[in-house]
């Protein structure tokens, strides 16, 4: 996967199977507004018109339904390429603290649409009106994601040191034109979760 790019030696989230962690989101919303970030950078309900998204938390499960409009406020190209950071902290002593568990997809837009990765089997993979979003991505203001009615309950298989606790997961959209310059403002959004050993 050429896309994918590891940018520390130690998160695979992959096909190398060691400990399987369940995934529980602290919030029936999932993502929030990112914290410490400048103050051009777009916001998740800004980019996103999440008013016909629904989510509902039941025993740490949450159930997802309904569609999201992208907006018009990232002034990016049709052309250009996405691509998505992602930064996890681990809450330490009262303080986030940076953990080794970073990545980087390349493009974002391809990424999505792999069934090895677990980009699309915990998300992408429920979107009903693939072609659409296949062809314009979250490029497009105006574009419309529907959702098939979906219960949101990941399991990860992680090599590395034991996680324990709460994480937060930083996700950051950039884009670059077709000459490899990046577009100035970033979208950039978050979720606090806890990672709990999968019993046997």
């Keep these: 996967m050429d896309y ?13 199977l060691q400990t399987e962690y369940e995934f529980f989101f602290e919030d029936p919303d999932i993502f929030s507004d990112c914290r410490n970030q400048p103050i ?17 938390m039941h025993d740490d499960v949450i159930s997802v339904s309904g569609n999201v409009t992208v907006n018009s406020i990232w002034k990016i190209d049709p ?24 990545l980087i997809y390349k493009d974002f837009c391809l990424a999505m649409w792999d069934n090895t ?10 979107i009903i009106n693939v072609d659409e979003i296949k062809e314009k991505c979250f490029k497009v203001a105006g574009t419309i994601i529907y959702y098939e009615d979906w219960v949101n309950q990941m399991v990860l298989d ?19 034109d077709n000459f490899g ?11 606090t979760c806890e990672f709990r050993k999968k019993k046997s």
């Excluded at 051009?40 to 509902?56: A, G, N």
């Excluded at 992602?86 to 986030?96: D, L, R």
């Design 79 to 102: 052309s250009d390429r996405i691509e998505l950071h992602i930064n996890t902290y681990h809450w330490e002593i009262g303080v986030w603290q940076p953990t080794v568990y970073n």
């Design 117 to 126: 990765t677990y980009l699309y089997n915990f998300w992408s993979q429920h």
């Design 40 to 56: 051009d950078v777009i916001k998740w309900r800004e980019e996103f018109d999440l008013s016909d998204l629904f989510t509902e």
């Design 181 to 191: 310059k990046q577009r100035p403002r970033n979208v950039c959004f978050q979720t």
């Design 4 to 16: 994918l790019s590891v940018v520390t030696f130690v998160l695979l989230f992959g096909q190398s």
């Design 158 to 176: 992680v090599i590395g040191p034991t996680l324990y606790g709460r994480f937060q997961i930083e996700l950051i959209l950039m884009a670059f």
